[in-house]
């Protein structure tokens, strides 16, 4: 078989955590049009890290109840990710690459696994440096050559860090009808969004790193909400503005100054993040 069969590697580096996310639900198989399992049969290998095993588990047996919790947890494993790797088996036939059947059956999916994960091994010069640098492996089945895609990390964030990630308290749906449509609702939910001084204040507040990776700020930044329960009281006060040739916001800069209590009740429920870092949170 040694003989037989063709080896490649591919791969490429991560250019945001968008990047990621998008990578892990083209893995699970999760189509860009609807967030729907398309008909390509992929073996999903995640990692029992204590133990130091590998547990493949078959895309199409798992739940809908199961499946977003599946994949927030690759998600998080991958909050690290730097690069991908590619592993590809096909037979050589003639000089050219064709698809074998014998790669249909359980044995064959597991000699294709078993030869890319000792390459990947070698490289970590470990089992456990190799586990401990890998969020997920999935082979594609139904490709055109079968191949095996391995998210590299840099490490495994903590249970302590994924803890303390700002995710949101409740989201928009958990906020009643006639309170969604309030003018004091939508001044907190969404004009916020765009002040500028709560986003310097916020920048100041955390150091100016941001709030999901610890890492310095950057032009490209957003105001996320970690908890939609609130409303703006300043703004009931009917003291907007409308900064020339955009939409109405709250005065947050004067509400600072007049009614600090107000402001940090607002604030205290707010992080400032990169977009990208936006992105991954909002995905989970």
Not at 104 to 124: G, Y
């Amino acid at each position: 078989m040694e003989d037989v069969f063709y080896y490649s590697e591919n791969g490429g580096v991560f250019r945001s955590r968008q990047h990621v996310i998008n990578h892990v639900d083209m893995i699970l198989g999760l189509t860009k049009s609807e967030q729907e399992m398309d008909d390509q049969r992929k073996l999903i290998v995640i990692f029992d890290r204590e133990k130091k095993e590998y547990i493949p588990i078959m895309t199409k047996d798992i739940t809908d109840e199961d499946f977003d919790r599946f994949r927030n947890r690759i998600i998080l494993d991958s909050f690290y990710a730097s690069e991908w790797l590619q592993f590809s088996l096909a037979e050589k036939e003639d000089g050219d690459l064709v698809l074998s059947k014998d790669l249909q059956n359980e044995e064959a999916v597991e000699e294709l696994l078993n030869r890319a994960f000792d390459v990947w091994v070698e490289e970590e010069q470990s089992w456990d440096n190799f586990i401990d640098r890998t969020a997920v492996v999935a082979i594609m089945l139904n490709w055109e050559v079968p191949v095996v895609d391995r998210i590299v990390v840099n490490r495994i964030p903590t249970e302590e860090e994924i803890q303390g990630l700002p995710v949101a308290l409740n989201t928009r749906n958990t906020i009643s009808k006639d309170r969604v449509e309030s003018v004091a609702w939508k001044a907190f939910s969404e004009k916020i969004c765009k002040n500028v001084f709560v986003k310097l204040y916020l920048n100041y507040k955390q150091n100016e790193v941001c709030a999901v990776c610890k890492r310095s700020m950057n032009s490209s930044t957003v105001i996320h909400h970690i908890d939609y329960d609130w409303n703006c009281s300043f703004c009931n006060s009917k003291l907007e503005w409308r900064i020339p040739n955009t939409r109405t916001q709250p005065n947050c800069e004067l509400c600072f100054n007049e009614h600090r209590d107000w402001f940090d009740a607002c604030v205290s429920r707010l992080k400032l993040l990169h977009n990208s870092c936006h992105y991954y949170i909002d995905h989970l």
